[in-house]
């Protein structure tokens, strides 16, 4: 199995148990995250709504943005549609949808995860959804 087969096998049985548990299978992702990971979300951020969207260069401080997201909001659904990898990179393009606990909204955005990996570990993730519709949700 090529590498790219391999990255593309780990994050299919990652996303389905993200799927099936509704968000609780955060420890999963951890054991594929390099210690130094570059995590990026698109709203970077600039959306106090949702400030955990934002960078992260470190395992250890990645933990808070699952545990805002978690806390915060209930997953509906995380839906891949498909993936496409070349090299060390795989693409994730997908749907999800979130209802916010306290305002009780729900949104649902297209999703597209970039991610890269070195020897079996993810070191670069990075987001892109409609952080609109997150914004409007959560407030």
Not at 4 to 22: D, G, M, P, S
Not at 118 to 131: H, L, P, S, V
Request: charged letters at 25%; aromatic letters at 16%.
């Amino acid at each position: 199995m090529s590498s790219e087969q391999q990255n593309v096998a780990i994050l299919t049985e990652l996303y389905r148990r993200w799927h099936e548990t509704r968000g609780r299978s955060v420890n999963d992702w951890f054991a594929i995250i390099d210690d130094r990971i570059q995590f990026g979300s698109l709203p970077r951020g600039a959306q106090p709504a949702i400030a955990f969207a934002t960078d992260y260069d470190r395992k250890e401080t990645l933990r808070s943005y699952f545990t805002a997201l978690t806390d915060g909001w209930s997953m509906n659904h995380y839906t891949v549609d498909e993936f496409i990898a070349q090299g060390d990179a795989v693409v994730m393009r997908g749907r999800m949808a979130w209802t916010n606990k306290a305002t009780g909204k729900r949104f649902d955005s297209p999703k597209l995860d970039f991610w890269r990996f070195r020897d079996g570990k993810a070191i670069e993730f990075y987001e892109y959804f409609d952080t609109a519709a997150a914004t409007a949700a959560a407030v």
